[in-house]
């Protein structure tokens, strides 16, 4: 009889060991394909490239992997993650192609791929976003911040879309412009848009205002009156203010013109010290003043409008104007200062957030519609991070209130008795703290043991030795508390 020559098909292993240096990503396998995250890149996204071993949308969910692990380029895939056999089967991969793979599937993008992503993000925020939720827990006479921004993104002069704008401390630079839409108090990302580099704030400002309104269902005038607009003086345009409070808007603004700025300064009597709240909070006054605008400038609702003085720097004399305009005519004028002052810390913060822990400013593409691509891609990645985050805080907020779980955690880890309501309110207080990048390069990037019965997770231990550990593997626990997977770290 002749000897059979084709390849047998290897029988799946019952159980499979492995060490992984992202054994706590791992972790959040189960959760995210229950909550269906990354199948929905599956469904709706198409890109005109044949399937061989991969498909294309299992390429992108593998760039939003190594996004999570913290990768600052895609080439990174190839001495990490393609040998992080145990992370790759917990996401239900055996392998992964190398980064040129990844790089043409992306370089394969059309517009309409573009469009069918953006739709993936739009749809994972209406299904899972923390805005709604907030949206219904406040009052009806509170109202829910949103912030616009802008921001340069540099690129190759050769560049689809590049082209001379404003680009700060980089004169005569090349680049593109990342308009964002967030929400201020949860940091999740609304929508992400990518103009040429000579785009300005003020003239795409009323598409933003549609995609806002799309993706937060704001068709009717009773919601939009519950939503504030902040924007800085890049937006504060006439037509643009007037658009907003003709739609409902409540505004928080800084006007657009510096001349008119300073003719309604002078019509300020008395000027008050004005210093930000650090600086109170140091005992210092600072040289800022500020004052109402006692004649203020026509829109199409009443407006309160701020003056606002600083002194000019030292080879200068005299000061500089600025005008704030706010739709809230009860609050007092620290209160503006404070709100308005509190958007420095929330757009700039949350893209520097985005460039050093999912390295958004490096990866560079030259054809516009793959990096657009990749803007969505990071926004998905971006959103994941804050859902995961308040989805551990949700599950340990349950577990604080089952005295009877705790206690067996406590057991099974051989914890020695403690407070459990403080231990429990440590971890969701240390949650709270970490951001994106320390989400990606220490909560996201602990080694241990992922064990695997018939192709599934089944047990992770995670190395002891790090940094509270304990209230970590706590929040994973309580996490996957309603799945088959158990969750321990090794003892030291």
Known sequence: MARFRGKRRKKAKEKMTGESPNASLAAMAPIIEQKGIFQSIHDPVMIPQKTIDYSPTDKLVLVVLSQLCGHETVSEVNWTLRVDEPLLLAFGYRKCPDQSGLQTTLNAATAESVSQLSGVANSLFSQHGLFFRHFQQLPSSELVTIDFDLTAQPCSKRAEGAKKGY????????????????????????????????????????????????????????????????????????????????????????????????????????????????????????????????????????????????????????????????????????????DYDGRAGVPESLFCQDNQGLAARKRRKQRFFSQQMLMHLTQIAHNLILWIKQWQIDA????????????????????????TQKWVSETQEMLSQRGIKRFTHQLFALSGTLSFRHGKLHRIVLKGGYPMIDRITLAVAALLDDTSVEIAFAQT
């Open 396 to 419: 340990i907020d349950f577990a604080k209130r089952c005295d009877d779980w705790i206690s067996n955690v406590m057991q099974k880890w051989n914890i020695e008795p403690v407070d």
């Open 167 to 338: 680009f700060a401390k980089h004169k005569n630079s090349y680049g593109r412009q990342l308009a964002r839409i967030l929400v201020a108090d949860t940091s999740e990302i609304v929508s992400d848009q990518l103009y040429a580099g000579n785009q300005v704030s003020c003239t795409a400002f009323k598409e933003m205002v549609y995609e806002m309104e799309q993706v937060l269902a704001l068709s009717e005038t009773a919601n939009r009156m519950r939503i504030r607009i902040r924007l800085d003086g890049g937006f504060g345009t006439d037509a643009n203010i007037n658009f907003a409070l003709s739609r409902g808007y409540s505004l928080l603004v800084k006007m657009y013109s510096g001349n008119r700025a300073r003719v309604l300064a002078k019509l300020v009597d008395k000027w008050v010290a004005a210093p930000t709240k650090h600086q109170r909070e140091k005992g210092e006054n600072g040289t800022r003043e500020a004052a109402f605008v006692t004649n203020p400038h026509r829109y199409c609702r009443k407006t309160s409008q701020v003056g606002i003085r600083t002194p000019n720097p030292k080879n200068k004399t005299g000061y500089s104007y600025r005008v704030i305009v706010t739709t809230d005519l009860q609050a007092s004028l620290q209160t503006i200062l404070d």
